[in-house]
């Protein structure tokens, strides 16, 4: 299957600086990558679209100015998490699919921790 | 986005077969049924999709009765390395990406 990579896989960081997280599509292009947040033992949660060449698209109650989406080639987002507070800690992960692909294929996810 | 009711966690032993039920009550016509598999620290993985009647691939099957109102993944003689957490999701086969997880089955499986 196609494959996803994220990076950094884990990522610690003080509180008040920013983080930025990869997320490559590395044998397909990604016209719309997802980002997901996940904290522990819960489900996964939508917060955005990234779209190839335009703005994200947010979720309800996910700040924009926040997690600061940037999609500028077919096989690349990227998600910032701007001035990173201790409640921000969590995995995140992308995702995304083949053009006219059923299934989604994730990254391996980022652990952040902000201390 | 349909909703999706599936047991919060399951017990099984090395070598049985497990089957775990969703619900999803509000299925529309255009849906898919699609489960996932996530390890601790992992993105999910797929596992299997499907639309009605049986589906089967080289590590699950996918039973979805006529009405489609729920379906049973079933793993034939699990093993240790089949705990996970496994997720139901519902949605248009397009939006393959665009996924609303509900709470998922943490499935524990020992010797």
């Known amino acids: 299957g196609a494959v996803v990579s994220q990076h950094p896989s884990w990522v610690i960081c003080k509180s008040g600086t920013s983080v930025k997280i990869e997320c490559r599509s590395l044998?397909?292009?990604?016209?719309?990558m997802f980002w997901y947040r996940q904290f522990p033992k819960q489900s996964l949660m939508l917060m955005a679209t990234s779209n190839e060449g335009s703005k994200a698209t947010y979720e309800q109650g996910v700040e924009k100015d926040k997690f600061l989406i940037n999609h500028a080639s077919l096989t690349l987002s990227t998600l910032t998490v701007t001035s990173a507070h201790p409640e921000d800690s969590s995995f995140y992960i992308c995702?995304?699919?083949?053009?006219?692909?059923?299934?989604?294929?994730f990254g391996q996810g980022t652990r952040l921790t902000v201390v | 986005l349909a909703k999706t009711t599936q047991p919060i966690s399951m017990d099984s032993y090395e070598g049985q077969e497990v089957n775990i039920t969703c619900s999803h009550n509000n299925i529309a016509t255009n849906d898919y049924i699609t489960w996932y598999q996530q390890f601790p620290s992992q993105g999910p993985r797929f596992i299997i999709q499907g639309y009605k009647t049986k589906v089967t691939n080289e590590v699950a099957s996918l039973f979805i009765p006529a009405d489609r109102k729920s379906s049973t993944l079933s793993l034939p003689r699990v093993s240790l390395s089949d705990t996970a957490v496994y997720y139901c999701?519902?949605?248009?086969?397009?939006?393959?990406?665009?996924?609303?997880f509900g709470t998922g089955t943490r499935l524990q499986v020992t010797l």
């Open positions: 995702s995304a699919s083949t053009l006219g692909g059923t299934e989604a294929f």
């Open positions: 999701l519902v949605g248009d086969r397009g939006t393959a990406s665009k996924l609303t």
């Open positions: 044998d397909f292009q990604a016209t719309t």
